[in-house]
Nanobody, 127 residues
């Protein structure tokens, strides 16, 4: 089993930055890909970004590309999401996810390819 715990959410104004972190524990050595998803009220959970643990290949949703950066600290088993130039449409609950597979640009978007999920952290961006 793998446990994921997110932190770093909060209330910010449009244009501000925020950094989310996700700490993995348990059988974290089995993780191959880490991802971030988000879910706004009344909407489906959507892909935000992903990173492969060993090769550090990164993938981003078009809506966040150029504003968000995903990174890992392998020694600490953490993955972070640096979010810049936040906008009200970025408001959502952000979830960390872990996959036991090495995901590609085509497969990282699908929730079913992730095996473990965190509890989520709220990000609210006011205009």
């Amino acid at each position: 089993q793998v446990q994921l715990v997110e932190s770093g959410g909060g209330l910010v104004q449009a244009g501000d930055s925020l950094r989310l972190s996700c700490a993995a524990s348990g059988r974290s050595f089995s993780i191959e890909t880490m991802g971030w998803f988000r879910q706004a009220p009344g909407k489906e959970r959507e892909f935000v970004a992903a990173i492969t643990w060993s090769a550090a290949n990164t993938y981003y949703a078009l809506a966040v590309k150029g504003r968000f950066t995903i990174s890992t600290d392998n020694a600490k088993n953490t993955v972070s999401l640096q979010m810049n130039s936040l906008a009200p449409e970025d408001t959502a609950v952000y979830y960390c996810a872990a996959s036991l597979s090495v995901l590609s640009s085509g497969s990282c978007y699908f929730k079913n390819n992730y095996h473990y999920w965190g509890q989520g952290t709220q990000v609210t961006v006011s205009s």
